[in-house]
């Protein structure tokens, strides 16, 4: 079985600030990590993937994150919020050849200007 | 390559009435998938089509949901006897066979539907 947890139903952060949002997983076998945004009233746009190499992947928009397996994790970080980043973000899994993806409850980004 | 799309992008109906939404995938892509997100959650997966092979189906999708993909292109999903628990958004997805075990996935605007 496959599960996704994401630490934070809600993150504030500053324009400007530093953007973590946490991602942990549970997989029995090597997995494939997502990290997809949506804005309101809108479908799942793909930020960032994890499939095989290396674990350190960039995505759209100055995202990224870092698979650490030690951990189960796949945290999602960028530099320095901008507004247009606040929307909901949702981590999800896939492993073991099941086409279904496995999603979190989410995060909603808040950025104060 | 337009993206995935789906029709109606919003459905309001009454309780007991049947539903059908339409998902185009993106051209080419073999697979498709169906997911539901209510209020406040993530997508939960429904079902997951190759070609017109449906191959997976999740325990979310009871008696009163089916969907087909009968030429291996468009897919239909319909809801019998609609109940006030089937509000939610409706996302549809395709991915490419060509992308091996990837399972890259691109999601459609959704349709949300209300039954009142």
């Known amino acids: 079985a496959q599960s996704v947890t994401q630490l934070g139903s809600h993150v504030s952060v500053s324009e400007g600030a530093l953007v973590l949002l946490r991602c942990n997983y549970s997989?029995?076998?090597?997995?494939?990590l997502f990290w997809y945004v949506q804005y309101p009233n809108q479908g799942l746009q793909l930020l960032l993937k994890?499939?095989?190499?290396?674990?350190l992947v960039k995505g759209i928009n100055g995202f990224e994150a870092e698979f650490k397996k030690s951990e189960t994790s796949f945290h999602l970080t960028k530099p320095s919020a901008h507004m247009s980043d606040a929307a909901e973000y949702f981590c999800a899994v896939s492993a073991g050849g099941r086409r279904a993806l496995t999603f979190g409850s989410g995060t909603r980004l808040q950025v104060q200007p | 390559d337009t993206g995935v799309s789906q029709d109606p992008r919003h459905k309001i109906t009454k309780r007991g009435q049947n539903v059908t939404f339409r998902c185009d995938p993106i051209?080419?892509?073999?697979?498709l998938y169906w997911y539901r997100q209510t209020l406040g959650q993530g997508p939960e997966f429904l079902t997951y089509f190759q070609n017109e092979a449906q191959l997976e189906k999740s325990r979310l999708l009871s008696d009163r949901f089916s969907a087909e993909r009968p030429k291996g292109s468009f897919s239909t999903l319909e809801i019998q006897r609609t109940e006030q628990g089937d509000s939610a958004m409706y996302l549809c997805?395709?991915?490419?066979?060509?992308?091996?075990?990837?399972?890259?996935?691109?999601f459609g605007a959704g349709t949300r539907l209300s039954v009142l």
């Open positions: 997805a395709s991915s490419s066979a060509g992308q091996g075990r990837k399972n890259i996935q691109y």
């Open positions: 994890y499939t095989t190499g290396a674990t």
């Open positions: 051209s080419e892509h073999n697979r």
């Open positions: 997989s029995s076998v090597p997995p494939y």
